[in-house]
């Protein structure tokens, strides 16, 4: 792989520079996580700085979350497109050391070999993994008939294998997270993709640990469960017990932190005070995790 990579946009060519041995270096750690003995958490940055700060604390491996992006855009969900998030996962890739994977959504595109380009386009941003939804984005169809799904999850799993590093592809059952509470097909899905070559197996909103538990025992990929709502109230070591593999929180810590500034917004509306000021964190030390080499500054201005 070429240390120089193009990749197209609507505005022209964008020309990338990175070390293939750090790409390399990255995706094997990624690959490896998998086959601990233990599972491991992915928590899901939204731009940079969340990036710089989740490295700090000692994680693993990171994965982006288009819904954050679309927040942090002022979007819902889904509507930014394969440029846009493509450049928040260089943006993101850039501000650390760690393995990056990426929420690529349903592949955008039609066909599956338009979800084999958005792999190739994805490793040329510099990640070493990414997921493909089997979910269509409409409303009166959500989820895409098994066969189709599979020739996509295959693409996928085509061009990675193209690639000269473990490029990791996680198949997403979507039924659940659509309002669809069929298990039996989730599962039938989960081993299909597994079939087709997807490394990683992954419904998002599986309702309980009987769920959890009847995925990861009915396949043999590694299994990724979504965590972040109150209705599950499952620890790591419980999801481990499970047969969970890698655990994910999608948009949860973005949302969390949309919620820190409604709380504090409607605090100054409705009674005029200031008091969430106490939960925030310090200037200087917000200054060094956005770059740790650096001095953070003057602690004397704390609101600039």
């Known amino acids: 792989m070429p240390d120089t990579y193009d990749t197209r946009t609507a505005e022209g060519t964008r020309t990338m520079n990175r070390s293939t041995a750090d790409q390399q270096g990255r995706a094997e750690t990624f690959r490896k996580l998998h086959e601990g003995p233990q599972p491991f958490v992915v928590p899901n ?21 288009g819904a954050g992006l679309a927040h942090g855009l002022g979007l819902p ?13 260089a943006a993101i890739v850039a501000a650390t050391t760690l393995p990056v994977s990426a929420d690529l959504e349903s592949g955008f595109g039609d066909t599956p070999e338009e979800v084999a380009e958005t792999i190739r386009r994805a490793a040329a941003v510099g990640l070493v993994g990414g997921s493909i939804e089997d979910s269509t984005g409409r409303a009166a169809d959500p989820v895409r008939p098994l066969e189709e799904a599979v020739e996509r999850v295959s693409a996928a799993v085509a061009a990675a294998r193209e690639l000269d590093f473990p490029f990791m592809v996680t198949a997403r059952a979507e039924n659940f997270f659509q309002g669809i509470p069929d298990l039996d097909d989730t599962i039938r899905r989960l081993q299909a993709y597994e079939a087709a070559g997807a490394d990683v197996l992954y419904a998002p909103a599986l309702p309980d640990a009987d769920a959890i538990r009847a995925v990861c025992s009915s396949v043999s990929a590694p299994v990724n469960v979504l965590m ?5 109230r499952l620890s790591v070591t419980e999801l481990g017990d499970l047969g969970v593999r890698r655990i994910s929180v999608g948009s949860a810590l973005s949302r969390a932190s949309l919620g820190a500034v409604v709380r504090a917004a409607q605090e100054i509306r409705d009674h005029g005070t200031f008091g969430f000021g106490a939960d925030a964190v310090p200037y200087a030390e917000a200054n060094t995790m956005m770059a740790p080499d650096q001095p953070a500054g003057p602690e004397s201005d704390p609101t600039p």
Request: net charge negative; glycine share 16%; proline share 10%.
């Open 45 to 65: 940055p939204w731009d940079a700085g969340t990036a710089h700060v989740l490295t700090g604390m000692g994680f693993p491996a990171l994965a982006t979350t």
């Open 77 to 89: 969900d889904g509507r930014p497109g394969r440029e846009e998030i493509l450049d928040n996962a």
């Open 228 to 232: 972040g709502s109150p209705a599950l």
